[in-house]
């Protein structure tokens, strides 16, 4: 099956500093790759996602990257605020069930 | 739009009790899954409903079993509680047609303690 591994496992910056969170899957066959955030407490939300036909978007100030050649994608958010600290976990799917593999995620503090 | 909702919202039990996690959802999705979150562990799938009437294994099904009543509602029983089933259990639904990418939406979970 697929497997997701992200780094690091915690990530400290210093507020208005940039932050990236990367992760690498095993399975070629994957083709959607989510992010989501999740706050103390809370349930996990989407925040950005990305398909394996797209190298790159952004929206505001975060930013995901696809390499399907190296098989890995990344998380990068600019001018982090303290209301960016949150777990972030990224996320692969395979097959048309809309199965997710969750990387196993990263606590960001930023710190003010 | 309440979204998906979950009860109980907290659970203590007993090495051995058995008991069952509800999820609703009102947004119509065809999809629905249950995840357990563990320290360090991310979310890992348990069980998932591609429709209703059809329910497949996740990554860890073992001592779990899931019910798909209709196309709003998907819960999971623990028949015999253990400890190493402490975790917060989420679960989510989305809309999946063929290939096509759909966000998966979560409940606010229930954070179950084994003893």
């Known amino acids: 099956g697929e497997n997701v591994e992200q780094h690091p496992s915690t990530l400290s910056v210093q507020e208005g500093d940039s932050a990236v969170i990367k992760c690498t899957y095993s399975d070629s066959a994957s083709n959607y790759f989510p992010w989501y955030k999740q706050e103390l407490g809370k349930r996990p939300q989407l925040i950005i996602d990305i398909r394996s036909n797209v190298g790159e978007k952004k929206d505001q100030r975060i930013a995901v990257t696809l390499n399907k050649t190296a098989k890995h994608f990344s998380l990068h958010i600019t001018e982090t605020q303290p209301e960016d600290s949150a777990v972030y976990f990224c996320a692969a799917r395979v097959n048309a069930g809309n199965m997710l593999t969750f990387g196993g995620g990263t606590r960001l503090m930023v710190k003010p | 739009n309440a979204g998906v909702t979950q009860t109980p919202k907290f659970q203590v039990l007993k090495t051995g009790q058995s008991m069952t996690l509800q999820c609703a959802q009102d947004?119509?999705?065809?999809?629905m899954y249950w995840y357990r979150q563990d320290p360090g562990m991310g979310l890992r799938l348990i069980y998932y409903s591609a429709s209703e009437g059809t329910t497949d294994k996740g990554e860890v099904p073992n001592g779990y079993n899931v019910s798909r009543l209709n196309k709003r509602e998907f819960s999971l029983r623990l028949e015999s509680a253990a400890p190493s089933q402490t975790s917060v259990y989420f679960c989510?639904?989305?809309?999946?047609?063929?290939?096509?990418?759909?966000?998966?939406?979560f409940g606010p979970g229930t954070r179950l303690t084994v003893l």
């Open positions: 989510a639904s989305s809309e999946v047609r063929g290939f096509s990418y759909n966000e998966q939406f």
């Open positions: 947004m119509n999705h065809n999809s």
